[in-house]
């Protein structure tokens, strides 16, 4: 087996099989959210539409680093770039790398991650050996990646479901059911960003979920108006009816799309993160829609505005693969 193979079977917290498999396996997460400090330091990267974070982790210090994802230029150049970071932060050899990306993920096959475009293309497994030779890869998805982590956390309960929504360039969810994660026959449970909701125009024409009311979509009305981003837009939502107009159907739109997984899940606990979820007019929708569908809505768990925790689950899934490493005689 070469070393490529080798660090894909090593994904995720149970062997894959060496064959790419297209009906991944559920992933039981492990209770500890890291190895004990003599595995060695541990590189988490999470791969976004607009930003890659990136970390370090060794002897229980955290060093990060945030980047633009320059989607535009290619998957190639956003993993270069994204590897090239983490290994000036490591600064020597590494126990482990986690990489969370938008997606589909199955045996280091990624699907549909149409925000990072080739990023589907890339063998990224031999990308990160030639940069962190010897050390083995978890490849997950973002979102599973998230759920993994708050799962370990103690903010998802180990019995019932976990429902972890993420809201940036992308809209999707990870879902974890009595303490395993439930990625779904082909991976692609929880995209719900893929789901079609009307646009709004005259014509009736749909549109995808994170193409009406995803980050890069809140950016591009900002620009229209003259405003600088997501955050300023729906500051100004509130006080100039003219923009509520705009903006409000596509908060909304994502507050459907939350119940509706709430509909189908039923879950114990719902926790959202993400860059548009700081918003305090997005949080009014959401839990508006929640309220005036539900008979019983849960109360949504909003992380903090700096807490990304899919970057948290690629720590955590690095961790994993640390400890399933075998030692050298």
């Known amino acids: 087996m070469n070393g490529a193979d080798r660090r894909v079977a090593m994904c995720g917290a149970e062997m894959a099989c060496p064959v790419p498999d297209p009906h991944p396996r559920p992933e039981k997460v492990e209770d500890t959210a890291g190895p004990e400090p003599s595995t060695g330091p541990l590189v988490g990267i999470d791969v976004?539409?607009?930003?890659?974070?990136?970390?370090?982790?060794?002897?229980?210090?955290?060093?990060?680093?945030?980047?633009?994802?320059?989607?535009?230029r290619g998957a190639a150049h956003v993993v270069d770039r994204a590897l090239s970071t983490a290994a000036a932060l490591a600064d020597g050899a590494v126990a482990a790398v986690g990489v969370a990306v938008p997606g589909a993920v199955g045996n280091g096959v990624i699907r549909l991650a149409d925000?990072?475009?080739?990023?589907?293309?890339?063998?990224?497994?031999?990308?990160?050996?030639?940069?962190?030779?010897?050390?083995?890869?978890?490849?997950?998805?973002?979102?599973?990646?998230?759920?993994?982590?708050?799962?370990?956390?103690?903010?998802?309960?180990?019995?019932?479901?976990?429902l972890v929504v993420g809201l940036g360039t992308g809209t999707a969810?990870?879902?974890?059911?009595?303490?395993?994660?439930?990625?779904?026959?082909?991976?692609?449970?929880?995209?719900?960003?893929?789901?079609?909701?009307?646009?709004?125009?005259?014509?009736?024409?749909?549109?995808r979920l994170e193409e009406f009311a995803g980050g890069r979509a809140f950016d591009r009305l900002a620009a229209s108006v003259g405003l600088t981003g997501a955050q300023?837009?729906?500051?100004?939502?509130?006080?100039?009816?003219?923009?509520?107009?705009v903006v409000l159907p596509r908060l909304?739109?994502?507050?459907?799309?939350?119940?509706?997984?709430?509909?189908?899940?039923?879950?114990?606990?719902?926790?959202?993160?993400?860059?548009?979820?700081?918003?305090?007019?997005?949080?009014?929708r959401v839990e508006k829609a929640l309220n005036d569908e539900l008979a019983d809505p849960p109360a949504i768990r909003w992380l903090p505005p700096d807490r990304n925790a899919s970057l948290d689950g690629a720590l955590h899934h690095a961790a994993l693969a640390a400890r399933s490493r075998p030692v050298s005689a």
Do not use: M
Request: glycine letters at 12%; proline letters at 6%; hydrophobic letters at 50%.
């Open 48 to 72: 976004g539409g607009t930003k890659v974070d990136i970390a370090i982790l060794v002897d229980g210090e955290r060093r990060t680093r945030r980047i633009p994802t320059e989607a535009d």
């Open 115 to 162: 925000n990072v475009p080739g990023l589907d293309e890339l063998d990224l497994p031999s990308l990160v050996e030639d940069v962190f030779p010897g050390a083995p890869l978890a490849l997950v998805n973002d979102l599973n990646a998230a759920a993994a982590a708050q799962l370990a956390a103690g903010v998802v309960p180990r019995q019932g479901v976990g």
């Open 173 to 207: 969810a990870g879902i974890v059911v009595d303490g395993v994660l439930r990625p779904g026959a082909r991976g692609a449970a929880g995209e719900i960003g893929y789901s079609r909701v009307p646009a709004g125009d005259a014509d009736g024409a749909l549109v």
């Open 232 to 245: 300023e837009l729906l500051d100004r939502a509130k006080v100039d009816p003219e923009v509520a107009a």
């Open 252 to 284: 909304d739109a994502v507050g459907r799309a939350i119940t509706f997984c709430q509909h189908v899940l039923d879950a114990d606990a719902v926790v959202v993160f993400g860059g548009l979820s700081a918003h305090p007019l997005l949080r009014a």
